[in-house]
């Protein structure tokens, strides 16, 4: 037995019970996956955004950003296709906050369960704007909670390696994008692909909360995102190329999300606008293979530590990584629509 203290929480199909999915949210997040499974299979020239916080702690100032995102997706919509990224659990380096779901009072009291729910209810939330919501999973119990109301899935750097979470994906209902390795390997990636697209077997939950042999059929919507990584970014030209042509050696679609931000903008937010546009230019000049981009961005640039007195927190400001402020977002995605407008069917 392992030396540690055990709670109670809920069991997935309990909170389902008190927080259903109405027909209207379910049928944002069926539209909000096939829209993307049909980006990765060129059948929609869009390109996919993800965008949003780099983690939701505050879910009043996270509902008002996805107010605004709606908005911005509604009048974008002919040449973008936005999803909102709402981040409920980090992986740390070594530690700090984990996220909505592991703290949600941020205080280290860690009440997971009431982490689990205040996540389902802003997913609820967001769907309920019409706007589809992607995540990274990093708890390989989190997407029993809430894994209804995902349309697009990442998994973060630090664990594209792990078993675990390719079993995970692998029986996941949305695409899943596995980000290329901290070192900046897109090797890891590419077997993470592989591997995910195949059934497996192993040990899991149900959702009455019992333990059970989980077995996926295999999920042929992976696809790889460039984070940059190992002390230089890899959204450069170049580099899409080698990627390429490492997906294609292993009879991989050849698809692609970068992420402006992470080692591709050293971290630096202002740099973020800067890798977009780079990245739009080279889908400009023909490049096929960039299906999507990754934006963090909130209602204030820039971040903050989280203070001793909560009521310190700034409104809108990211407690985790730095993200681009929303006026900067509005501007950076309406040039990005500009600048892809009248090239319908450039992917096709
Ligand atoms: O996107 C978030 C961070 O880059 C990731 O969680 C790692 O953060 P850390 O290095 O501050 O722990
Ligand atoms: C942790 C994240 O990214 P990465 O896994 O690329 O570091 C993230 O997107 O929040």
């Given at each position: 037995m392992p030396d540690a203290i055990f709670e109670q929480v809920p069991a997935p199909a309990e909170m389902y019970r008190r927080m259903p999915a109405s027909e209207r949210i379910a049928a944002t997040v069926q539209a909000g996956r096939q829209t993307i499974r049909d980006i990765l299979d060129r059948k929609d020239d869009r390109l996919l955004v993800v965008v949003g916080?780099?983690?939701?702690?505050d879910t009043e100032a996270g509902l008002d950003y996805a107010q605004r995102l709606a908005a911005l997706a509604d009048e974008l919509s002919d040449t973008l296709y936005v999803v909102m990224r709402a981040y409920f659990e980090k992986p740390r380096t070594t530690v700090g906050w984990k996220g909505l779901v592991n703290d949600p009072h941020m205080d280290d009291s860690c009440r997971i369960g009431e982490g689990m729910a205040r996540a389902r209810q802003f997913l609820l939330a967001v769907n309920a704007l019409g706007l589809p919501v992607a995540t990274e999973a990093?708890?390989?119990?989190?997407p029993h909670y809430f894994g209804d109301l995902i349309s697009w899935t990442a998994i973060g750097a630090r664990t594209t390696e792990s078993q675990v979470h390719r079993e995970l994906s692998s029986g996941l209902a949305t695409p899943v994008g596995f980000k290329n390795?901290?070192?900046?390997?897109v090797e890891t990636a590419v077997n993470a692909i592989l591997s995910a697209a195949c059934p497996h077997a192993f040990m899991g939950m149900d959702q009455d909360g019992r333990p059970a042999i989980v077995r996926t059929q295999g999920n042929r919507y992976c696809h790889l995102v460039m984070r940059g990584g190992g002390g230089r970014p890899n959204y450069d030209t170049v580099s899409i190329h080698l990627a390429e042509k490492a997906l294609e050696k292993h009879h991989i679609p050849a698809n692609i999300i970068v992420d402006c931000a992470h080692a591709n903008s050293w971290k630096q937010h202002a740099l973020q606008p800067v890798v977009l546009a780079d990245v739009v230019n080279q889908i400009r000049e023909g490049n096929r293979a960039i299906r999507g981009v990754m934006i963090e961005s909130f209602i204030e640039a820039g971040n903050q530590p989280i203070p001793a007195d909560l009521g310190d927190l700034r409104y809108g400001c990211s407690v985790t990584d730095a993200c681009v402020s929303w006026p900067t977002t509005e501007k950076i995605l309406r040039q990005a629509g500009q600048r892809l407008a009248g090239r319908r069917g450039w992917q096709a």
């Open positions: 916080p780099c983690s939701i702690h990093l708890d390989p119990l989190s390795g901290t070192d900046g390997s």
